[in-house]
Antibody, heavy 115, light 109 residues
Framework: EVQLVESGGGLIQPGGSLRLSCVASGFTFSNYWMHWVRQAPGKGLVWVSRINSDGTTTTYADSVKGRFTISRDNAKNTLYLQMNSLRADDTAVYYC????????WGQGTLVTVSA | QAVVTQEPSLTVSPGGTVTLTCGSSTGAVTTSHYAYWFHQKPGQAPTTLIYDTKYRHSWTPARFSGSLLGGKAALTLSGAQPEDEADYYCLLSYNGARVFGGGTKLTVL
């Protein structure tokens, strides 16, 4: 059974940093691209970033470029999102998603940026 | 980055048919945008319904179909069920980056 389990969310002050993790199981993690998608409370889905299967190619949404870094450790079946210079509008549930094709989603981890 | 547009809300009668659309600010949506469709119910993670414009996942009911229609990606629901009431999102690819539409709130009433 494919499973994606996110962790690392929590309450953080503006300007702070946080690292999210997504542990994958039930499939060969190193064969797949992965994405991070977020959803602010009561709002729609927003694509954040993606990484290719071996970690050599990354792409970011303009809203997080230069502040967030996506990475992966295929030996640990784990996807990461390092988030720096956090702002209030980064408050959201963050999901990791498998690709291609985009199919399985984790249950998400909530990040709250507030003083 | 591109802007992807969806109808904010639609209503369909039980057993009826409805089409949701997904447009791009850069022009016509084509197969090169690899359109995806998802639905999301309150308190749940999204579920992928359609990938690469028209392909259903193994768990996607046959009443959902994807296509290109009038320069947009389209999701058609034929024979709506009460459990289809949800928020629906499309996702388009732009040379590696991805952009979601704002979502359509579908009411089955």
């Amino acid at each position: 059974e494919v499973q994606l389990v996110e962790s690392g969310g929590g309450l953080i002050q503006p300007g702070g940093s946080l690292r999210l993790s997504c542990v994958a199981s039930g499939f060969t993690f190193s064969n797949y691209w992965m994405h991070w998608v977020r959803q602010a409370p009561g709002k729609g889905l927003v694509w954040v970033s993606r990484i290719n299967s071996d970690g050599t190619t990354t792409t970011y949404a303009d809203s997080v470029k230069g502040r967030f870094t996506i990475s992966r450790d295929n030996a640990k079946n784990t996807l990461y999102l390092q988030m720096n210079s956090l702002r209030a509008d980064d408050t959201a549930v963050y999901y990791c998603v498998r690709d291609p094709p985009v199919d399985y989603w984790g249950q998400g981890t909530l990040v709250t940026v507030s003083a | 980055q591109a802007v992807v547009t969806q109808e904010p809300s639609l209503t369909v009668s039980p057993g009826g048919t409805v089409t949701l659309t997904c447009g791009s600010s850069t022009g016509a949506v084509t197969t090169s945008h690899y359109a995806y469709w998802f639905h999301q119910k309150p308190g749940q993670a999204p579920t992928t319904l359609i990938y690469d414009t028209k392909y259903r996942h193994s768990w996607t009911p046959a009443r959902f179909s994807g296509s290109l229609l009038g320069g947009k990606a389209a999701l058609t629901l034929s024979g709506a069920q009460p459990e289809d009431e949800a928020d629906y999102y499309c996702l388009l690819s732009y040379n590696g980056a991805r952009v979601f539409g704002g979502g359509t709130k579908l009411t089955v009433l």
